[in-house]
């Protein structure tokens, strides 16, 4: 039952970019994080402690939008959601008080370290979940169709 | 870092980045032209990671030596990840997931680069 429900409930097409630039956030973020609060936590906890807020909601940005159930399309909008106010928060603090952030996080100057994409990406990811609600119930319409269109043998 | 192989990685990162993206807006699906291509990359991947060792042991010191391998090393992942996700299902937002890998590559090669100036400046 519920080996079959997670076949059914995988993100297919424009989810899987979606779902693949959330993962290589996810890893780098999460990379980077683990390496600066392992060395050099000292130096600037704040900022790396929020290098780890950030990578925490990627993680979660990305299990959730590849998981097409009513309960994690509400997680995935609220990761999103927080991500974008994060990166707006943190990174118009990054400009106005730079002594509180002496070392980059992702979210610094709106992700300008990232070439932006950490402002866009939760625009994004928002976007998506809004144009594809997920069907309410397992019997839907939509969860039949799909149940036979998304199966691919092997797997 | 060697100036000339790190500028040809992100040479062919962004061609290969481009090419995909082509071959995801007409729709022809990935054909093995593209995956030779991406082989290639990951052969100079490959041999970028060697000359990094030789030059670390030949005893050049990148500011962290941590980051500066697992750079090198995590860029290997990039590029069979990116193939196997995309390869897995074919559609056009699949294989622009294969743009983003070599647009990855692209990026991570870019750190390193500037990882090895800041210990050269």
Redesign the interface.
């Known amino acids: 039952m519920a080996e079959n429900a997670g076949s059914r409930a995988r993100a297919?097409?424009?989810?899987?970019?979606l779902v693949?630039?959330y993962a290589?956030f996810a890893v780098a973020a999460t990379?980077r994080a683990g390496?600066q609060i392992a060395?050099k936590f000292d130096e600037a906890p704040l900022a790396y402690l929020l290098s780890a807020l950030a990578a925490a909601v990627y993680v979660v940005a990305t299990v959730a939008i590849s998981r097409r159930t009513p309960a994690w399309h509400r997680v995935a909008v609220a990761a999103c959601t927080f991500e974008l106010a994060g990166v707006l928060a943190i990174g118009t603090l990054s400009l106005f008080d730079a002594a509180a952030f002496p070392d980059a996080t992702v979210w610094s100057v709106y992700g300008r370290g990232?070439?932006f994409v950490p402002l866009v990406l939760p625009v994004a990811g928002l976007a998506y979940l809004r144009r594809h609600p997920v069907a309410a119930g397992p019997a839907g319409p939509a969860g039949e169709a799909g149940n036979h269109a998304l199966r691919?043998p092997g797997r | 870092m060697n100036s000339v192989l790190a500028a040809a990685v992100v040479g062919l990162s962004l061609v290969l980045a481009a090419w995909t993206v082509v071959v995801a807006v007409r729709g022809t699906g990935i054909r093995n032209s593209l995956l030779i291509g991406l082989l290639v990359l990951e052969g100079l991947l490959l041999v970028q990671l060697v000359v990094g060792v030789v030059l670390v042991a030949g005893g050049d010191r990148p500011p962290?030596l941590?980051?500066f391998f697992?750079y090198l090393v995590?860029v290997l992942v990039v590029l069979p990840a990116?193939t196997l996700?995309s390869v897995a299902?074919k559609?056009r937002?699949?294989t622009?997931?294969l743009a983003?890998?070599c647009l990855?590559v692209t990026?991570m090669t870019a750190r390193l680069l500037q990882m090895w100036a800041d210990a050269r400046g």
């Open positions: 297919t097409g424009g989810a899987r970019l693949a630039v290589l990379s390496v060395t990232y070439l691919e | 962290s941590v980051i697992a995590g990116g996700w299902e559609s937002p699949s622009l997931v983003v890998a990855a990026a």
